[in-house]
Nanobody
Framework: QVQLVESGGGLVRTGGSLTLSCAASGRTFDSYIMGWFRQAPGKEREFVAAISRRAGSTRYTHSVEGRFTISRDNAKNTVYLQMNSLNPEDTAVYYC?????????????????WGQGTQVTVSS
């Protein structure tokens, strides 16, 4: 099990940028695939991006490709989500999650551990 704490959310105008961070506890961070999900009001929690254990592979949902970048620093037990060209449809609570699988998966039910979330609000 790993404990996850997100930070970096906030209010930004359309076209702006934010970088989210997710700090993980424990000494086995590099054994987890890490993902970012988001949940807008009244909607299901959806996959945003994920990164493999050694950062060799990444995957994004179509709506954020080319705008968001997921990265990780295993020495710092931290995963990041750089978000550019934000628009109001990106407004949501963003969660990081950890998965002990060996390949990237995109279904929230497959992720074992979750952070508490950080709010991102994009104004028009």
């Amino acid at each position: 099990q790993v404990q996850l704490v997100e930070s970096g959310g906030g209010l930004v105008r359309t076209g702006g940028s934010l970088t989210l961070s997710c700090a993980a506890s424990g000494r086995t961070f590099d054994s987890y695939i890490m993902g970012w999900f988001r949940q807008a009001p009244g909607k299901e929690r959806e996959f945003v991006a994920a990164i493999s254990r050694r950062a060799g592979s990444t995957r994004y949902t179509h709506s954020v490709e080319g705008r968001f970048t997921i990265s990780r620093d295993n020495a710092k037990n931290t995963v990041y989500l750089q978000m550019n060209s934000l628009n109001p449809e990106d407004t949501a609570v963003y969660y990081c999650a950890a998965d002990q699988a060996s390949v990237i998966r995109t279904y929230r039910e497959e992720y074992d551990d979750w952070g508490q979330g950080t709010q991102v609000t994009v104004s028009s």
